[in-house]
């Protein structure tokens, strides 16, 4: 009589990304996931809400949770990113914290290691962009970090390059529990379209204006029609100030043009079908300012 071969327990759980500004937490989930989820850019705070992305394997469904970035401050964003952010903890079956290989350790990767001390999962730490540093210069790092909280696993990669990812992800497997296929195989996120659009308008924002200006600016998708062979978008970007206005509008129109052509490829990429997008300029003054207006963009 042939001997019955055991079958592989099928893994799923949540993985929490955590980490300060521009640590490549939303690099890190494109690469595990394949596609462009959530936004990327090199200043601080792109990220404001968190967006779940899906990566399906044969053995295991890992939800990855990618955060807004971790920093003290006082204004009404930022405390709703850190409640974003944290709140995410709790429902975690792991968490998965990123820092930058070549920084040091700062008062806001402390806040967010004393946050972990009230945690009964397990914390993995990812060093990350290890290929911009010499090998040796990650050493005191992990020396450091080993002595300020017990991780599960501490592991260098390069999420850009993709480089110890495979590692990554059998650490997490490994620590996974058994469960059920949360999402279709199809799904790469639990975000609606509407909010991916939206996210992608405001990531070309961050890429191609000046510096105050992405912090000041909320995109809104009024309206979302989908034909044959095409999706028609209508968005505003809304700004605090009459100046920004400008800018984003830009000489003729010209900045506006670009925004928007940027977004509509990439949107139409992910969406893969033509996309026709039209862009609105709004001065809401000082909306950052007010909690009824934030809440209304969705933070």
Same mark, same amino acid.
């Given at each position: 009589?042939?001997?019955?071969?055991?079958?592989?327990?099928?893994?799923?759980?949540?993985?929490?990304?955590?980490?300060?500004?521009?640590?490549?937490?939303?690099?890190?989930?494109?690469?595990?996931?394949?596609?462009?989820?959530?936004?990327?850019?090199?200043?601080?705070?792109?990220?404001?809400?968190?967006?779940?992305?899906?990566? /399906?394997?044969? #053995? &295991?469904?890992?939800?990855?949770?990618?955060? @807004?970035? +971790?920093?003290?401050? !006082? $204004? *009404?964003?930022?405390?709703?990113?850190?409640?974003?952010?944290?709140?995410?903890?709790?429902?975690?079956?792991?968490?998965?914290?990123?820092?930058?290989?070549?920084?040091?350790?700062?008062?806001?990767?402390?806040?967010?290691?004393?946050?972990?001390?009230?945690?009964?999962?397990?914390?993995?730490?990812?060093? /990350?962009?290890? #290929? &911009?540093?010499?090998?040796?210069?990650?050493? @005191?790092? +992990?020396?450091?970090? !080993? $002595? *300020?909280?017990?991780?599960?696993?501490?592991?260098?990669?390069?999420?850009?390059?993709?480089?110890?990812?495979?590692?990554?992800?059998?650490?997490?497997?490994?620590?996974?529990?058994?469960?059920?296929?949360?999402?279709?195989?199809?799904?790469?996120?639990?975000?609606?379209?509407?909010?991916?659009?939206?996210?992608?308008?405001?990531?070309?924002?961050?890429?191609?204006?000046?510096?105050?200006?992405?912090?000041?600016?909320?995109?809104?998708?009024?309206?979302?029609?989908?034909?044959?062979?095409?999706?028609?978008?209508?968005?505003?970007?809304?700004?605090?100030?009459?100046?920004?206005?400008?800018?984003?509008?830009?000489?003729?129109?010209?900045?506006?043009?670009?925004?928007?052509?940027?977004?509509?490829?990439?949107?139409?990429?992910?969406?893969?079908?033509?996309?026709?997008?039209?862009?609105?300029?709004?001065?809401?003054?000082?909306?950052?300012?007010?909690?009824?207006?934030?809440?209304?963009?969705?933070?």
């Amino acid at each position: 009589m042939a001997e019955q071969t055991q079958e592989k327990p099928f893994k799923s759980g949540f993985i929490a990304i955590i980490g300060r500004p521009n640590v490549g937490k939303s690099t890190l989930l494109n690469a595990v996931i394949g596609e462009k989820i959530s936004i990327v850019s090199q200043k601080p705070q792109t990220t404001r809400n968190i967006v779940r992305g899906v990566a /399906n394997f044969d #053995d &295991a469904q890992i939800i990855f949770i990618d955060t @807004p970035g +971790i920093h003290k401050g !006082s $204004g *009404l964003l930022t405390r709703f990113m850190l409640r974003e952010a944290m709140s995410s903890l709790d429902n975690a079956d792991a968490v998965l914290y990123l820092i930058e290989a070549g920084k040091e350790i700062n008062e806001d990767d402390l806040l967010i290691i004393e946050n972990f001390k009230r945690l009964k999962n397990p914390v993995i730490l990812a060093i /990350n962009k290890v #290929d &911009a540093v010499n090998k040796q210069d990650i050493l @005191p790092l +992990i020396k450091t970090c !080993s $002595g *300020l909280f017990p991780f599960k696993d501490i592991i260098p990669i390069s999420a850009l390059k993709k480089d110890g990812v495979e590692t990554l992800l059998k650490l997490i497997k490994a620590i996974l529990p058994e469960g059920p296929k949360y999402f279709p195989e199809d799904i790469m996120t639990d975000q609606p379209e509407r909010f991916i659009t939206a996210e992608m308008i405001r990531e070309k924002i961050f890429l191609f204006t000046k510096d105050e200006i992405p912090y000041s600016a909320a995109v809104a998708v009024e309206s979302f029609k989908e034909k044959k062979n095409l999706i028609s978008i209508s968005a505003t970007i809304h700004v605090e100030r009459d100046s920004q206005k400008g800018i984003i509008i830009g000489k003729g129109g010209a900045m506006l043009k670009r925004i928007g052509t940027a977004a509509r490829e990439d949107i139409e990429r992910l969406l893969g079908t033509k996309v026709f997008l039209e862009l609105f300029v709004r001065v809401e003054k000082d909306w950052g300012k007010k909690p009824d207006v934030m809440k209304g963009f969705g933070y």
